[in-house]
Nanobody
Framework: QVQLVESGGGLVQAGGSLRLSCVAS????????MGWYRQASGKQRELVAI???????TYQDSVKGRFRISRDNAKNTVYLQMNMLEPEDTAVYYC???????????????WGQGTQVTVSS
């Protein structure tokens, strides 16, 4: 069984910081893209930040300069350091991975269960 398990969410005041972590485990040969999406109440899921296996990152415009994504390939772990949080960042944050289960096999998308981030004003 493949799992992406997030941690680090919670309640924080505006201007504060949180660090999210996501560990991938199970039948994984390698991971291509790994990153974070979020879904606020009543809205569609949206990309926050993603990092490919070559180290190239992409951020949503609203989080540029405030959030930083990083990953530890040896540990199959991705992090999201979130600074200067705003009430508009309140959402469920989902870990995403483009996983390769075996050598030469096709990759597929996998998601974590989500972690709540709430920013109070």
């Amino acid at each position: 069984q493949v799992q992406l398990v997030e941690s680090g969410g919670g309640l924080v005041q505006a201007g504060g910081s949180l660090r999210l972590s996501c560990v991938a485990s199970g039948n994984i040969f390698s991971i291509n893209d790994m990153g974070w999406y979020r879904q606020a109440s009543g809205k569609q899921r949206e990309l926050v930040a993603i990092l490919n296996s070559g180290g190239i990152s992409t951020y949503q415009d609203s989080v540029k300069g405030r959030f930083r994504i990083s990953r530890d390939n040896a540990k199959n772990t991705v992090y999201l350091q979130m600074n200067m949080l705003e009430p508009e960042d309140t959402a469920v944050y989902y870990c995403y991975g483009r996983l390769v289960p075996r050598r030469w096999s096709a990759s597929y998308d996998h998601w974590g269960q989500g972690t709540q981030v709430t920013v109070s004003s």
